[in-house]
């Protein structure tokens, strides 16, 4: 089975919700998990559970993760880390475009870059992206009082479009690459939401959403798998929750179109 031929893994995003739930999975098949996020005390409080080290970096701290990288033949990579932001690309703020993108996304492709090519050349290994239900769909709901954002899309689909490649890239290779698309999981990155009244209200509570622990099965079925079983993509939603729909707005709800040489309207 594919856990016996691993010995460590390297968990981003560890110090809670599904990376959290995914150290204590790994731990309790005996690999060496290296738990990485930024919130040291977190960190410290898993290790003491579960005895996992503690990596207290930011991803998008190169000159650290490549350090680490070099310290470490990792055969586990779990890009889970992860932050969202709400609003339509109309009134987003350009902070918060560049963190989803330097950390769901540039910071995945580094990470990948740094520790992959080691696992090619030991001709074994598996990287497990955490990608979203996101970066497959559009959503109807709006964004606006929706916890997602255009470039928060953006962003998980770019996860999907690097998983199906990686692969073309490790051909020949025993490393396999799992990407694991996610509906709604009850966890903190909904009380991050910049100002959201009552987050667990509107997202959580009420809702028969995912736990932590489901995606860490989930991680276990495909890192488990026999080494020649590579589980390339998992959509995991919660029952009650479905993707779809269809809006057509009429001619008389359409914006004005302006003429751009006066700006006035052209009725
Ligand atoms: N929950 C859902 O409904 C859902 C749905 C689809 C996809 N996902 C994806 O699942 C993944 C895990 O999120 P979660 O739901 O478990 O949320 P979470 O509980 O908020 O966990 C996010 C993790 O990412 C870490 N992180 C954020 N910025 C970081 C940075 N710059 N450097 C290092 N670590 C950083 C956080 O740790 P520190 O703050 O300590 O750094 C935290 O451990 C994310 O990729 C998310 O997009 C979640």
Redesign the pocket.
């Known amino acids: 089975m594919g856990f016996s031929d691993y010995r460590t893994a390297l968990v981003?995003?560890?110090?809670?919700?599904?990376?959290a739930a995914t150290v204590r999975r790994l731990c309790a098949e005996g690999m060496e998990v290296h738990a990485?996020?930024?919130?040291a005390r977190?960190l410290a409080r898993l290790s003491a559970e579960t005895g996992c080290r503690v990596c207290e970096?930011?991803?998008?701290d190169l000159g650290a993760v490549k350090q680490l990288a070099a310290l470490v033949a990792f055969d586990i990579l779990i890009n889970?880390?992860?932050?969202?932001r709400r609003g339509t690309i109309l009134e987003m703020a350009p902070d918060d475009v560049d963190t989803l993108v330097d950390?769901?996304l540039r910071a995945v492709l580094h990470l990948t870059r740094l520790i992959v090519p080691g696992m090619a050349s030991r001709d074994r290994g598996h990287v497990v992206n955490?990608?979203?239900?996101?970066g497959h769909y559009a959503f109807g709901e709006n964004a606006t009082t929706f916890n997602s954002s255009v470039a928060y899309h953006a962003t998980?689909a770019g996860i999907h479009s690097l998983s199906q490649q990686l692969r073309v890239d490790l051909y020949g290779t025993r490393v396999r690459v799992t990407e694991i698309s996610?509906?709604?999981?009850a966890?903190?990155?909904f009380q991050?939401q910049n100002a959201v009244e009552n987050p667990d209200a509107r997202f959580v509570a009420g809702f028969e959403t995912l736990q932590?622990e489901d995606i860490a099965d989930a991680i276990a079925f495909a890192v488990g798998a026999p080494t020649p079983m590579n589980v390339a993509m998992i959509e995991v939603i919660p029952t009650f929750q479905v993707v779809g729909g269809l809006q057509f707005a009429r001619r008389s709800e359409a914006a004005p179109v302006q003429d751009m040489t006066t700006g006035a309207d052209n009725a």
Request: net charge positive.
């Open positions: 981003t995003g560890a110090s809670s919700g599904i990376g990485l996020a930024r919130d977190r970096i930011d991803v998008n889970n880390a992860g932050q969202s950390v769901n955490i990608s979203s239900i996101a998980k996610l509906g709604r999981v966890t903190s990155i991050n932590s």
